[in-house]
């Protein structure tokens, strides 16, 4: 079945991530189009029709000459900026926690992951991992600048899906598996060759928690959390006590440890004597 989406970036429709083909529009500039594939004879994948509603879709203009995209070798030029245009989506997609909060303008995607490296950038020692990066025996690079590649790329697949929360009723299991194709069907955006299969070895990585560097994101991933609902808390005057209770005894390094308590008890100390409710008049 083809699906034109004028540039609804990609799709949360199907996840048979189909095939990317550009068709000239009768006026210019060209038009992103997507082809939705079944992922078996007669049928689709039936999760999916829950990831269209994950978030609005978004219409982008690719003003280029028609082109297919997904070719092998090193990025060209037109691959790269597809890619980047579809990391647009990272930066317009608000947190789905937020906005069942009902917090007004929430953060993005990319905001979250933003702060991220950011606080792999400042985040002090950590036993077995080296302020700069380093080749294991392995050949394989280590170090905090590889937790600030990994925090960049870890919620890369949302371009796509969406932010798949615990509320959207997706297993862990699936979600997992529909962020693994997204992440497919951003690298052949890509154009495949050295960088697409880094953000994959990144990705997976972190998704498999089966490194030092991995561990660490992970629990930057959950102080980014609780820092950005301790701050929802002071400016809305809401209770988010559920963020902080779903990341509690979590933390795997000392550091995400640390940073997570200094949190808690700047939260202790802004709510006081104050009354918890649902909604404090500002």
Known sequence: MAVHLNRSLPTRSSLAFPHRIFHKAPAPPTLLSLRSQKLSSGSGDPLLSNVSSFGPRKSVNLDRPEASIGSSGSSSSSSAIDFLTLCNQLKTTKRKGWINQGINGPESIADHMYRMA??????GDLHGANRESFMSG?????????????????DIAEAIVGDITPSDGIPKEEKSRLEEAALKEMCE????????????????????????????????????????????????????????????????????????????????????????TDQLAQ
């Not at 802004?270 to 009354?275: D, F, L, T, V």
Request: proline fraction near 1%; include cysteine.
């Open 118 to 123: 950011l606080m792999a950038l400042i985040a």
């Open 138 to 154: 392995t050949g394989q690079e280590r170090g905090f600048f590889r937790c600030i590649k990994i925090a960049i790329v870890h």
């Open 189 to 276: 955006v890509l154009g495949g060759g050295t960088r697409a299969e880094e953000i994959k070895e990144l990705w997976e990585e972190y998704e498999n928690n089966s490194s030092l560097e991995a561990n660490l994101v992970k629990d930057f991933d959950k102080v980014e959390l609780i820092l950005q609902a301790l701050e929802y808390e002071m400016e809305h005057g809401k209770v988010l006590d559920e963020f902080f209770l779903s990341v509690e005894g979590k933390f795997q390094t000392e550091i995400g440890k640390s940073w997570a308590a200094e949190i808690t008890s700047r939260r202790n100390s802004w709510w006081g004597n104050k009354p918890k």
